[in-house]
Nanobody
Framework: VQLVESGGGLVQAGGSLRLSCAWSGIQTTNYRPGWYRQAPGQQRELVAQFMHGGTVVYSNSVKGRFTISVDNLKDTVDLQMNSLKPEDTGVYYC?????????WGQGTQVTVSS
């Protein structure tokens, strides 16, 4: 199983980035996708996560600015990030879960300059 993120980089505050995660070995129809992030010196935290039934939970800090989407034909999961802030800086991880199994990508760096 592999989850491979792409699309990270350096952007100015107020800008946008789109992260993508390509899944192999598992299918987006069988696992619930999500995105997490980890800022320097901080614990990994939820950004967006599909729940049972298809609803999405967003962190309060990104609600209204970030959107998670899934392409079940391509087995890809994207995270559109708008109105980026310096506090959005961190390593962003793709996540897949179908209890008791879960998988993580290797992470992609997002840096937002002020």
């Amino acid at each position: 199983v592999q989850l491979v993120e792409s699309g990270g980089g350096l952007v100015q505050a107020g800008g946008s980035l789109r992260l993508s995660c390509a899944w192999s070995g598992i299918q987006t129809t069988n696992y619930r996708p999500g995105w997490y992030r980890q800022a320097p010196g901080q614990q990994r935290e939820l950004v967006a996560q599909f729940m049972h039934g298809g609803t999405v939970v967003y962190s309060n800090s990104v609600k209204g600015r970030f959107t998670i989407s899934v392409d079940n034909l391509k087995d890809t999961v994207d995270l559109q990030m708008n109105s980026l802030k310096p506090e959005d800086t961190g390593v962003y991880y793709c996540h897949a879960i179908s209890a008791p199994y879960e998988f993580w990508g290797q992470g992609t760096q997002v840096t937002v300059s002020s």
